[in-house]
Nanobody, 117 residues
Framework: QVQLVESGGGLAQPGGSLRLSCIAS????????MGWYRQGPGKQRELVAR???????DYADSVKGRFTISRDNARNTVSLQMNSLKPEDTAVYYC???????????WGQGTQVTVSS
């Protein structure tokens, strides 16, 4: 079992920045992927960004050029730098970890991000 703990959510103004961090309770060095998902009010959970072992990154079209995901295997962390925030980025953001493609995904408890003036 892997526990994931997120931090860094909060309130930001449109155009502002926030940085989310997630620390895992186990080594993530061999994990297939680490990522961030979000679920806005009345919406389904969606992929925001993920980094696959080997360094390949994958971003939702809506965040390309604004968000950057980074993975630190030595510290068992994955971070999401969010710039140029928009009100539509408002959501609960969840950290995810997938040890193998065939295995279930582990989820954090979620952290609220609100973008509003």
């Amino acid at each position: 079992q892997v526990q994931l703990v997120e931090s860094g959510g909060g309130l930001a103004q449109p155009g502002g920045s926030l940085r989310l961090s997630c620390i895992a309770s186990a080594s993530i060095a061999s994990f297939y992927s680490m990522g961030w998902y979000r679920q806005g009010p009345g919406k389904q959970r969606e992929l925001v960004a993920r980094v696959i072992s080997g360094g390949t990154t994958d971003y939702a079209d809506s965040v390309k050029g604004r968000f950057t995901i980074s993975r630190d295997n030595a510290r068992n962390t994955v971070s999401l730098q969010m710039n140029s925030l928009k009100p539509e980025d408002t959501a609960v953001y969840y950290c995810s970890a997938k040890p193998l493609p065939s295995m279930a995904t582990y989820w954090g408890q979620g952290t609220q991000v609100t973008v509003s003036s």
